[in-house]
């Protein structure tokens, strides 16, 4: 995935959209977010209601690959994982 935005983000990297091609390792992290001891921490910490679903996708970066400072509000996010 390659895009480039008026405000100056830009990235070039490839996320992971398949569960099934999720490692163990980060279903396991996706499962913690999904509990609700962390969205009412999470929700203390941020101030913002993260009562929600919790829902994350990996990427991976090869050479040359990148991601520009970015603050993941797109909207929909309460707190960007």
């Not at 070039?12 to 398949?18: E, G, I, R």
């Not at 001891?37 to 994350?56: A, H, I, Y």
């Amino acid at each position: 995935n390659e895009d480039y935005f008026n405000d100056g983000y830009g990235f070039k990297h490839n996320n992971v959209y398949s569960k099934s091609d999720f490692s163990p390792l980060f279903l396991q992290a996706n499962e913690m977010f999904e509990t609700e001891e962390t969205k009412e921490f999470m929700s203390e910490l941020t101030g913002r209601d993260c009562s929600g679903e919790s829902v994350g996708a990996p990427s991976y970066y090869e050479v040359g690959d990148h991601s520009l400072p970015h603050t993941d509000h797109v909207g929909q996010r309460s707190v960007g994982e």
